[in-house]
T-cell receptor
Framework: AQSVTQPDIHITVSEGASLELRCNYS??????LFWYVQSPGQGLQLLLK??????LVQGIKGFEAEFKRSQSSFNLRKPSVHWSDAAEYFC????????????FGTGTRLKVLA | NAGVMQNPRHLVRRRGQEARLRCSPM?????VYWYRQLPEEGLKFMVY????????ESGMPKERFSAEFPKEGPSILRIQQVVRGDSAAYFC??????????FGPGTRLLVL
């Protein structure tokens, strides 16, 4: 079955520290991959996406993610976290063809310590 | 360019009433998706529509829930005879054929 796993439910980092949020997927074919961020009570904002090409993709707010086919992973990284990055982060996939419905991970809630 | 619009932002209903959630996609987007987010959970796909057509409703509960995206006007997610378990945040997203989805702010439904 198709699935997306975000192994870390909660992560706490100090402001200025580096960040890596993990995402693993199980899919029958090469998927399209996305990271979204959700602040409390808000909708989801697209951070970045991977369709094809360079496996290291740059997004907004200083985030980047690397697609590793051999590990079925699409981990999100940021070199230096800011207090405003505290939010919930969701990894999502959809198939390259057919229905475009997303399958989401359960999310990782990021807490940033001053 | 306005983003995805959803209204109302908050909706309170008593058990047995009907809830109607509206979604206006981004300009130029003809694909609409509805997702449900239960407290402390991720988003679950409900239905995918294009104008006047339901493309994929594999995530819709078999009873009480329906969705439409008419030729004119917003997409509507309708929940009949609401129960407490329907309390959740409902998000609409839209896309072009390219497939990247842009989300609205959500409608928070509370069933008393």
């Amino acid at each position: 079955a198709q699935s997306v796993t975000q192994p870390d439910i909660h992560i706490t980092v100090s402001e200025g520290a580096s960040l890596e949020l993990r995402c693993n997927y199980s899919y029958g074919a090469t998927p399209y991959l996305f990271w979204y961020v959700q602040s409390p009570g808000q909708g989801l904002q697209l951070l970045l996406k991977y369709f094809s090409g360079d496996t290291l993709v740059q997004g907004i707010k200083g985030f980047e993610a690397e697609f590793k086919r051999s590990q079925s992973s699409f981990n999100l990284r940021k070199p230096s976290v800011h207090w405003s990055d505290a939010a919930e982060y969701f990894c999502a996939v959809h198939r390259m063809q057919g229905t475009y419905k997303y399958i989401f991970g359960t999310g990782t809630r990021l807490k940033v310590l001053a | 360019n306005a983003g995805v619009m959803q209204n109302p932002r908050h909706l309170v209903r008593r058990r047995g009433q009907e809830a109607r959630l509206r979604c206006s996609p981004m300009k130029g987007h003809s694909h609409v998706y509805w997702y449900r987010q239960l407290p402390e959970e991720g988003l679950k796909f409900m239905v995918y529509l294009q104008k006047e057509n339901i493309i994929d409703e594999s995530g819709m509960p078999k009873e009480r829930f329906s969705a439409e995206f008419p030729k004119e006007g917003p997409s509507i997610l309708r929940i009949q005879q609401v129960v407490r378990g329907d309390s959740a945040a409902y998000f609409c997203a839209s896309s072009t054929q390219e497939g990247t989805q842009y989300f609205g702010p959500g409608t928070r439904l509370l069933v008393l």
